[in-house]
């Protein structure tokens, strides 16, 4: 299994470990399945190409042309198209095409759904039709089928949150259940404002829980609406709620303003064909309950700063870390790291529990990517003021090719030769702070 090279919140683990963090599913986790004629489960674009192309082969009556539906579904009007090809397949033909797609018989749960069980969530919600989530939980406890709820059990039974028993709710339906399947917009419009349990249950929810989405594209409409809809709620928040996606999907401003706005912090990953680093960092939270240490131990283990620098101007950095331990301040960076250590985990966990991030810029600051991720870390997080970022330069720098973030920020300048006295303004603000 490949290890996860993104960043973990500290406060995500926190929040799992509290059974306080729902998982909200999207169609991604499930389309790494493979159907017995070799496809993929569909996403929802490719699930409405299907669609599409299943009621022309059963010679449906449009009252538009295909084409323009066709259309539709390229431009990413998704739910427009649903709308129309709701209107027009009738709820028999709607049927048989939930069960070729979904009844498959090599449709089972692959070794992302297998992980889920694993992670100690407060419950999962889902927008896939699909009983892979299910199916995964029911083998992890040796057939006992877990709680599973419909937007249509709201009506009749209290809300599943004032239970502590774990459940599984599918926001647009359950394939079992055909008449409670959600598809078009006038689908959307009826669940969000005529049909008060429902809008209550999701901003209770989104108030009180923290919900980690993942298996969510760049075109989503499952994830616009849920946003949009809920935009109002998330100002009154208890915490913030995180995403997984992969890199480059937002860039460093949008993030911000998802996070400042929504309460909505992304957890990037690089991509590759198979988004293995899904599995990756699922697998990581796995790992982070397997070797789980006491809330107070996390807890007290606090830095005064963490280093983030250039592998090439490692004596610089020794040189500096010196004197601030001198001044006995504590101070992290990876050089003393024991070769048994899960690098990534132990990064992740110094950052988070860290009160500074001592950016160390040399002339080799600006061709490492990872140092640009730590950099927007530090950035994101200073945002909500977990942490404050300091940059210090050390040797002749190119100021011109500063990143864009940095420029409004002071930076404490240093040449090759400098001394504990020329870092004093830095020690100042460590330990004002302290």
Same mark, same amino acid.
């Given at each position: 299994?490949?290890?996860?090279?993104?960043?973990?919140?500290?406060?995500?683990?926190?929040? =799992?470990?509290?059974?306080?963090?729902?998982?909200?599913?999207?169609?991604?986790? +499930?389309?790494?399945?493979?159907?017995?004629?070799?496809?993929?489960?569909?996403?929802?674009?490719?699930? *409405?190409?299907?669609?599409?192309?299943?009621?022309?082969?059963?010679?449906?009556?449009?009252?538009?042309?295909?084409?323009?539906?066709?259309?539709? %579904?390229?431009?990413?009007?998704?739910?427009?198209?649903?709308?129309?090809?709701?209107?027009?397949?009738?709820?028999?033909?709607?049927?048989?095409? #939930?069960?070729?797609?979904?009844?498959?018989? @090599?449709?089972?749960?692959?070794?992302?759904?297998?992980?889920?069980?694993?992670?100690?969530?407060?419950?999962?919600?889902?927008?896939? /039709?699909?009983?892979?989530?299910?199916?995964?939980?029911? #083998?992890? /406890?040796?057939?006992?089928?877990?709680?599973?709820?419909?937007?249509?059990?709201?009506?009749? %039974?209290?809300?599943?949150?004032?239970?502590?028993?774990? /459940? =599984?709710?599918?926001?647009?339906?359950?394939?079992?259940?055909?008449?409670?399947?959600?598809?078009?917009?006038?689908?959307?419009?009826?669940?969000?404002?005529?049909?008060?349990?429902?809008?209550?249950? #999701?901003?209770?929810?989104?108030?009180?829980?923290? $919900?980690?989405?993942?298996?969510?594209?760049?075109?989503?409409?499952? *994830?616009?609406? $849920?946003?949009?809809?809920?935009?109002?709620?998330?100002?009154?928040?208890?915490?913030?709620?995180?995403?997984?996606?992969?890199?480059?999907?937002?860039?460093?401003?949008?993030?911000?303003?998802?996070?400042?706005?929504?309460?909505?912090?992304?957890?990037?990953?690089? !991509?590759?064909?198979?988004?293995?680093?899904?599995?990756?960092?699922?697998?990581?939270? $796995?790992?982070?309950?397997?070797?789980?240490? !006491?809330?107070?131990?996390?807890?007290?283990?606090?830095?005064?700063?963490?280093?983030?620098?250039?592998?090439?101007?490692?004596?610089? $950095?020794?040189?500096?870390?010196?004197?601030?331990?001198?001044?006995?301040? +504590?101070?992290?960076?990876?050089? @003393?790291?024991?070769? !048994?250590?899960?690098?990534?985990?132990? #990064?992740?966990?110094?950052?988070?529990? +860290?009160?500074?991030?001592?950016?160390?810029?040399?002339?080799?600051?600006?061709?490492?990517?990872?140092?640009?991720?730590?950099?927007?870390?530090?950035?994101?997080?200073?945002?909500?003021?977990?942490?404050?970022?300091?940059?210090?330069?050390?040797?002749?720098?190119?100021?011109?090719?500063?990143?864009?973030?940095?420029?409004?920020?002071?930076? *404490?300048?240093?040449?090759?030769?400098?001394t504990i006295e020329d870092i004093r303004p830095l020690i100042r603000i460590l330990k004002k702070e302290n």
């Amino acid at each position: 299994m490949k290890q996860f090279k993104g960043f973990i919140p500290g406060e995500l683990i926190d929040s =799992i470990r509290n059974k306080k963090c729902i998982l909200f599913v999207g169609a991604g986790l +499930s389309s790494k399945v493979k159907r017995s004629n070799g496809i993929n489960l569909p996403n929802w674009k490719w699930f *409405l190409d299907e669609l599409l192309e299943f009621a022309i082969d059963r010679r449906v009556i449009f009252s538009v042309n295909p084409d323009d539906i066709k259309e539709m %579904i390229k431009n990413d009007n998704l739910i427009m198209a649903a709308q129309e090809l709701q209107e027009t397949i009738g709820k028999h033909d709607f049927g048989d095409f #939930l069960h070729q797609v979904f009844r498959d018989r @090599e449709v089972i749960p692959s070794l992302t759904h297998l992980l889920l069980p694993q992670i100690p969530f407060r419950s999962i919600l889902t927008s896939n /039709y699909d009983n892979l989530i299910e199916g995964a939980y029911t #083998l992890h /406890y040796s057939g006992k089928i877990p709680n599973k709820f419909t937007q249509e059990d709201l009506i009749s %039974i209290s809300s599943p949150l004032r239970k502590e028993d774990f /459940y =599984i709710f599918k926001v647009h339906g359950d394939l079992d259940r055909p008449n409670t399947i959600i598809l078009g917009s006038r689908d959307y419009q009826k669940l969000f404002f005529r049909s008060p349990e429902y809008r209550q249950f #999701l901003e209770t929810l989104f108030s009180v829980y923290t $919900v980690l989405f993942i298996g969510y594209g760049a075109s989503d409409p499952d *994830l616009e609406n $849920v946003l949009e809809r809920l935009s109002t709620i998330f100002n009154r928040t208890i915490d913030k709620h995180y995403i997984l996606l992969p890199e480059n999907r937002f860039n460093f401003a949008e993030r911000k303003r998802l996070l400042l706005d929504k309460r909505l912090e992304v957890i990037q990953y690089t !991509s590759d064909s198979t988004h293995s680093q899904v599995d990756a960092f699922l697998t990581d939270l $796995v790992n982070a309950f397997k070797n789980e240490v !006491s809330t107070q131990e996390r807890t007290t283990k606090k830095f005064d700063a963490f280093i983030s620098y250039s592998h090439t101007n490692i004596q610089d $950095v020794k040189k500096l870390r010196r004197f601030l331990l001198d001044e006995r301040l +504590s101070v992290w960076y990876d050089m @003393e790291l024991e070769p !048994s250590q899960d690098i990534q985990r132990t #990064l992740t966990d110094a950052i988070n529990d +860290s009160r500074f991030m001592i950016i160390i810029i040399t002339k080799d600051y600006y061709d490492s990517e990872w140092l640009e991720k730590e950099l927007e870390i530090g950035l994101l997080r200073q945002v909500e003021g977990k942490i404050k970022v300091l940059p210090v330069s050390i040797g002749e720098i190119d100021f011109n090719r500063l990143p864009r973030e940095l420029r409004n920020i002071q930076i *404490l300048q240093l040449n090759k030769e400098f001394t504990i006295e020329d870092i004093r303004p830095l020690i100042r603000i460590l330990k004002k702070e302290n």
